[in-house]
């Protein structure tokens, strides 16, 4: 249990040092325009990969569709085993599939709120690449009333985000395991985030607060269930 809290600790002060990093990125730098400068072609006005098939078809909707139907199956079979109670199912298997469905369900939804309350715009809306908005950061202060942009944070990163949640198959016995689970899961996200930059879709800090948000469910939803996960054992067959 001291381990476990230990490990938590060391993840909270990550998670805190992270904010701090992505809020200064998205503030005070331009890496932002400098990626969505890369990609776009001023001649044309055009984000040259906006309707190639790699980055329209294939990743955004056929690898997000995909991964969006596991997940809803993930749901679904957890509903399932709540009802009928699946006899080969140990309880800490149980509770570790419980732990990935709140992830699948409210990292979408968290993200897909603040959307509707976000003044930002998408890179294509923006003066700078053809549209007809101001180019906002986070902590700028709207001066002038603008129609508001709903781009921000990025929802289409949070169709691979969650797959993060996989890392509780780790825990709390193999936590090294379990930190490069979580990674490989956000790394599926940002990479779909990161093809919605070349497509003009994003900008960066965008995608590293879906990330950030992610991260942040995760952390708290495992703290609140450590004590559950430390006294299931794997080979445990009753709750």
């Given at each position: 249990m001291?381990?476990?809290?230990?490990?938590?600790?060391?993840a909270w002060i990550a998670l805190f040092l992270a904010l701090l990093i992505i809020l200064w990125v998205g503030q005070y730098t331009n890496i932002d325009l400098a990626i969505e400068d890369y990609y776009y072609d001023p001649q044309l006005k055009i984000f040259s990969w906006h309707k190639t098939w790699f980055a329209d078809r294939f990743m955004h909707n056929i690898l997000k569709h995909v991964i969006i139907k596991f997940g809803q199956c993930l749901i679904l079979f957890t509903i399932l085993d709540a009802v009928f109670r699946f006899s080969w199912m140990t309880p800490l298997y149980r509770l570790q599939f419980r732990f990935v469905a709140i992830i699948a369900l409210f990292v979408p939804s968290l993200i897909s709120g603040l959307k509707q309350l976000s003044v930002l715009h998408c890179p294509f809306d923006v003066d700078r690449y053809g549209g007809d908005a101001p180019f906002y950061r986070l902590l700028d202060v709207v001066s002038m009333p603008i129609k508001a942009g709903h781009c921000f944070p990025a929802g289409h990163a949070t169709s691979g985000l969650w797959l993060a949640a996989f890392c509780v198959f780790w825990l709390p016995h193999q936590p090294k395991k379990a930190v490069l689970v979580f990674f490989a899961g956000l790394s599926v996200g940002l990479l779909m985030g990161w093809v919605q930059q070349m497509r003009g879709?994003?900008?960066?800090?965008?995608?590293?607060?879906?990330?950030?948000?992610?991260?942040?469910?995760?952390?708290?939803?495992?703290?609140?269930?450590?004590?559950?996960?430390?006294?299931?054992?794997?080979?445990?067959?009753?709750l």
């Open positions: 001291k381990q476990s809290y230990l490990y938590y600790q060391r879709q994003h900008f960066l800090f965008h995608t590293l607060w879906s990330a950030w948000l992610t991260s942040l469910l995760v952390l708290a939803l495992l703290t609140a269930m450590t004590y559950k996960f430390a006294v299931l054992k794997p080979t445990s067959t009753a």
